[in-house]
């Protein structure tokens, strides 16, 4: 008995050391704590085993995932024992491997590890809501890894349907879910949901946890990216800055950091300061080296140090930057992602402006095959895949083609346009609206090679049918502003603006007239 209330007496410095992030500190009281286990009870004990999932976790958090691997691993071989089954420890080991394998290169050898997880707290009674939470939060996030976006999206829904049923109203737990779909949301480029989300996820963290809790930097930096996203740069810069002094200098938060230092050279070149912006990537490369992960960082960064590249004009070094980013991903079996294809198309922006136009067409269509199988044909991000590959097929000559791709890029960006815009603001998508990928300047031009009244018409029309959308959300805000009265509706706008307003309102053949004429 006095041996085992001299483990228990170390368990409160352990636990405080790590929560200060002293990792030595807490590994020297954990091993000793764990060396009068294994004596009193015996190695293959299930109160050793306990003791091994605690210094797995310790060695995860110091950054050892190979130690706290095979910790995890003989661990869960012993708790799964029938004689000594022991589902709360059981829960922990695998949870530990399975975090370890979402954030390696295999991240779908996670997935039947989380249905194990889910499977052993079903059989508890009562259930343990929180960690049947994470569970579900973990195989999607799996899921969302695999690039199995709908399949996430609905985990993540059924996460959070979870957690308002068997939760408290202030758990922190309950934030998790809505940061998820908030991701997932912005890439699938509907700013306003994201945004919902963000802001609630940032509330729930703000009133649950302490101020220099590392999950509210977080929700800080997916906020700020989204109001980027919208336009609204200066406020988020103010976000970053934010997170940034909540993360402090903390060596265990160097990733998270570097990730921020990346957003701030993204604002700063679209706030026209691509020396700062340099500067910023550069300092997200130095930070967060060794930490598990930092290569996904890296990656990021690299890409950015690309686009910088070739926005200057410098495509050589464009053309180094985004080759590198390529051999990270190959060399972590991230071959066929997003990431990947966004880097394709970024080598081929590069191969454009070299003259290269060949190379260039043939990484664009590779960067079209990818994002087309992996998101589908509709997803927005397939609007720049088409954009570019029509620029390179006008400049080889193939006018036709170039036509034909551009129109196609014209149609993706101007469905998902239709899709986003009425959850804006005004401010927001007028901004939305001319940042947009548009076709139609390559397809005007190309139109212009190619003899034939038809080609001219679908060229046209997809000039006509843009301006009709961005009149038609006009024409929507009167009407919601001012009701059926259309001399009040008619004051609400300038003169100029009044008789394309209202073109946009009129059906078929007047709308064609009507925004034609407003051309």
């Known amino acids: 008995m006095g041996r085992f209330m001299d483990v228990l007496t170390r368990f409160q410095p352990m636990r405080l050391h ?19 286990l294994e004596s009193t009870f015996g190695k293959q004990s299930r109160e050793a085993a306990n003791g091994s999932v605690l210094l797995a976790d310790i060695a995860r958090a110091a950054g050892d995932d ?54 052993a707290e079903s059989r508890l009674h009562p259930i343990r809501a929180r960690e049947y939470a994470r569970a579900l939060m973990g195989r999607s996030s799996v899921l969302r890894a695999m690039t199995r976006f709908d399949s996430a999206t609905a985990g993540f829904t059924e996460a959070r349907s979870w957690i308002d049923r068997h939760l408290p109203p202030q758990h922190p737990l309950r934030a998790e879910p809505l940061v998820a779909l908030a991701g997932l949301a912005r890439e699938n480029g509907d700013l306003a949901r994201a945004r919902a989300y963000a802001d609630t996820a940032l509330v729930l963290r703000r009133t649950s946890l302490d101020e220099d809790d590392p ?13 980027k996203d919208l336009g609204a740069l200066d406020s988020a810069r103010v976000l970053l800055r934010q997170g940034l002094a909540t993360l402090g200098d903390r060596p265990s938060y160097e990733r998270a950091r570097a990730a921020m230092y990346n957003s701030l050279g993204l604002i700063a070149r679209q706030q026209g300061r691509p020396l700062e912006a340099r500067q910023d990537f550069e300092r997200s490369l130095s930070l967060g080296t060794g930490t598990a992960g930092e290569w996904r960082v890296r990656a990021l960064t690299l890409r950015n140090l690309g686009s910088l590249a070739n926005a200057r004009n410098e495509h050589l070094e464009a053309s180094d930057r985004y080759r590198e980013t390529l051999e990270l991903l190959r060399l972590h079996g991230v071959s066929q992602s997003p990431e990947f294809a966004s880097v394709l198309l970024g080598l081929g922006n590069a191969q454009q402006g070299l003259g290269h136009f060949a190379q260039a067409e043939s990484l664009y269509r590779a960067a079209l095959e990818v994002h087309t199988r992996i998101l589908g044909p509709t997803h927005p991000l397939l609007a720049l895949d088409h954009h570019n590959l029509a620029s390179t097929l006008l400049q080889s000559g193939a006018y036709a083609a170039a036509l034909d791709t551009a129109l196609l890029a014209e149609d993706v960006s101007r469905r998902h346009l239709r899709l986003v815009i009425a959850g804006l603001t005004e401010r927001e998508a007028l901004h939305y609206a001319a940042q947009r990928v548009s076709g139609l300047d390559v397809a005007l031009t190309a139109a212009v090679h ?13 000039v006509i049918r843009s301006r009709a959308l961005v009149l038609d959300e006009m024409a929507d805000f009167v009407v919601d502003k001012c009701g059926a009265d259309r001399g009040a509706a008619a004051e609400a706008f300038p003169e100029p603006a009044r008789g394309v307003v209202f073109a946009a309102a009129l059906p078929g053949a007047e709308l064609a007239r009507g925004a034609d004429a407003a051309l």
């Open 215 to 227: 999950r509210i930097a977080e929700s800080l930096h997916l906020l700020a990216v989204i109001e």
């Open 66 to 119: 190979v130690s706290a691997m095979t910790r995890y691993t003989e661990a869960s071989r012993i708790l799964a024992e029938t004689d000594m089954a022991d589902s709360t420890g059981l829960v922990g080991a695998l949870e530990g491997s399975a975090l370890i394998l979402s954030e390696s290169d295999t991240p779908s050898l996670a997935l039947p590890l989380f249905q194990r997880i889910l499977t």
């Open 18 to 36: 790590l929560g200060l992030q002293r990792t030595d500190s807490a590994l020297v009281e954990a091993t000793a704590a764990q060396r009068i």
């Open 450 to 462: 190619v003899p034939g009244a038809a080609l001219w018409s679908r060229a046209w029309d997809g």
